[in-house]
């Protein structure tokens, strides 16, 4: 069975960072890609980030470019999102997702840490 467990959310003051971690088990995880999406109260879910299998490839949303990173370690098949410079338009549910390179759709999802960001 697949689990992708995302921990690190939080209440935090704007400007702070937070470091989000997404622990997967039931796959082999060196094989997926993997991303980072999130999700307001009342809005659609977005991408925020994603790293290829190797890592050797990342993509953020514009939203976030500059001040958030992915990362990845294969050996602890963990995926991280350090999230710096946090504003209080970054407050939503982050999820970790993951897929296998030769998908176009993410296949496996989390439940969701909950980040807010306040003024």
């Known amino acids: 069975q697949v689990q992708l467990v995302e921990s690190g959310g939080g209440l935090v003051q704007a400007g702070v960072s937070l470091r989000l971690s997404c622990a997967a088990s039931g796959l082999s995880f060196s094989l997926y890609a993997m991303g980072w999406f999130r999700q307001a109260p009342g809005k659609e879910r977005e991408f925020v980030a994603a790293m290829s299998v190797s890592g050797g490839f990342t993509y953020y949303a514009d939203s976030v470019k500059g001040r958030f990173t992915i990362s990845r370690d294969n050996a602890k098949k963990r995926v991280y999102l350090q999230m710096n410079s946090l504003k209080p338009e970054d407050t939503a549910v982050y999820y970790c997702?993951?897929?296998?390179?030769?998908?176009?759709?993410?296949?496996?999802w989390g439940q969701g840490t909950q980040v807010t960001v306040s003024s």
């Open positions: 997702a993951a897929k296998l390179s030769t998908e176009d759709q993410y296949r496996y």
